[in-house]
């Protein structure tokens, strides 16, 4: 039996996010009071009593899930109860989280560095709003052409396009890029069978083109963390493959901003190499049901 550690990305968080956890082990009240100090205010309030608002704000969403999903980690490892992972991954900024359980990034540094991500992010979207929707029930291959036609058809008007953002699991894709692209391209995958087109309530437009006006400020950002070889291979969400150099990790951090996460891809890597048991480690559950309907029969725990 193998066993992967999966953290999870934006959207797992909620309101009281990490209170009982901390409330239980000391070591993760440990970790949420590290956050606060290296961050300078209370993080740890923001997660355990909200508000909603401020919580859901990229700027805070992730360090939140960031130090949540090391929270939950740290007490995975003390309790000795969980084996040792054969790889290490995470759906978006949850390869942040990946990279600290991986020993190639501290808790501190990462700390910041997720902040400054969640920060720049947000300000791409102050820049250039974009949309974000999810397509059910409909081949990547398929929508891949959806999002070309509908760039096509806004590129008259100078409109970004549209992408696919992240490939969660077969039949469950988010597309993401400019309004008008985005819009165009929920019509067209209606009308090539998509059983449903459901927008995003965010105002950013995460893994696209869009990103790529804060790319040289977030790769200075990278450039002066302090990186370490992976003691765990991380599987890049660009590529689907192994990684552990911090040259690799530098520049996979980089390049996640603008391009697709390959979460259907990375989950079929692992189990190709023999993985059969995935712990999520992070608030909610969203990755193990998700990796469920990508390999049957995978046992999945989710632990936050």
């Not at 165009?184 to 990103?211: E, F």
Request: with cysteine; proline share 5%; glycine share 8%.
């Amino acid at each position: 039996m193998s066993i992967a550690y999966v953290f999870p990305g934006q959207g797992s968080q909620f309101t009281g996010m990490g209170a009982e956890l901390s409330r239980l082990r000391p070591v993760a009240t440990g970790i949420f009071a590290r956050a606060d100090a290296a961050l300078g205010f209370g993080l740890s309030q923001l997660c355990f009593a909200g508000p909603d608002a401020e919580l859901n704000d990229t700027y805070n969403t992730q360090p939140a899930i960031f130090t949540h999903s090391i929270a939950a980690l740290e007490t995975i490892l003390l309790s000795g109860e969980v084996d040792a992972p054969a790889f290490v991954a995470g759906h978006s900024l949850g390869e942040l989280s990946a990279l600290c359980a991986a020993g190639a990034l501290s808790f501190e540094a990462g700390i910041k560095l997720v902040r400054e991500r969640g920060r720049l992010m947000k300000l791409a979207g102050e820049r250039a709003s974009g949309s974000m929707a999810a397509v059910l029930g409909m081949e990547a291959a398929v929508l891949r052409e959806v999002c070309e036609q509908a760039s096509a058809q806004v590129a008259a008007n100078n409109a970004p396009p549209v992408v696919l953002a992240n490939d969660n699991c077969p039949g469950q894709i988010v597309i993401s890029g400019g309004k008008e692209a985005v819009a165009a391209a929920g019509i067209l995958a209606k009308q090539r069978g998509a059983k449903r087109v459901a927008p995003l309530p965010v105002s950013i437009a995460a893994h696209s083109p869009l990103m790529s006006s804060i790319t040289e400020e977030f790769t200075a950002a990278v450039a002066a963390t302090a990186l370490n070889t992976a003691r765990v291979p991380v599987i890049a969400n660009t590529t689907a493959l192994p990684i552990t150099h911090p040259d690799d990790l530098r520049a996979e951090l980089c390049a996640q901003l603008t391009s697709s996460v390959r979460w259907t891809d990375s989950v079929k890597y692992m189990a190709a190499q023999g993985v059969t048991n995935y712990v999520e480690v992070g608030p909610k559950d969203v990755l193990s049901n998700l990796i469920k309907r990508i390999v049957t029969g995978a046992e999945t725990r989710a632990i936050g």
